[in-house]
């Protein structure tokens, strides 16, 4: 098993930042891929950002540019600058663990940008 806790959420005006940290414990030695996730109301959730254990990044196209993953031992982060009202949602950090990609996620933290 893989716990995950999100923290860093909040209310933001446009053109702000904010950090979101997620905090792993349990078994975490397998666990190779590390993501953020999102879901808006009323829409899927959908990817943000990933980080492999080897450093490697990639983004969705949406948040290329402005948002910055990065991890360290336990800890996930993600660095949220000139945030906009369409980044309003929960995120969620989520670990894929082993061969199987085995899902494991957090509860989520909300972020909600004002214009």
């Known amino acids: 098993q893989v716990h995950l806790l999100e923290s860093g959420g909040g209310l933001v005006q446009a053109g702000g930042s904010l950090r979101l940290s997620c905090v792993a414990s349990g078994s975490i030695f397998a666990v190779n891929n590390w993501y953020w996730y999102r879901q808006a109301p009323g829409k899927e959730r959908e990817f943000v950002a990933h980080?492999?254990?080897?450093?490697s990044t990639d983004y969705a196209d949406s948040v290329k540019g402005r948002f910055t993953i990065s991890r360290a031992e336990n800890r996930l982060f993600l660095q949220m600058n000139s945030l906009t009202p369409e980044d309003t949602a929960v995120y969620y950090c989520?670990?894929?663990?082993?061969?199987?990609?085995?899902?494991?996620w957090g509860q989520g933290t909300q972020v909600t940008v004002s214009s």
């Open positions: 989520n670990a894929k663990k082993g061969a199987l990609r085995i899902d494991f």
């Open positions: 980080i492999h254990t080897g450093g």
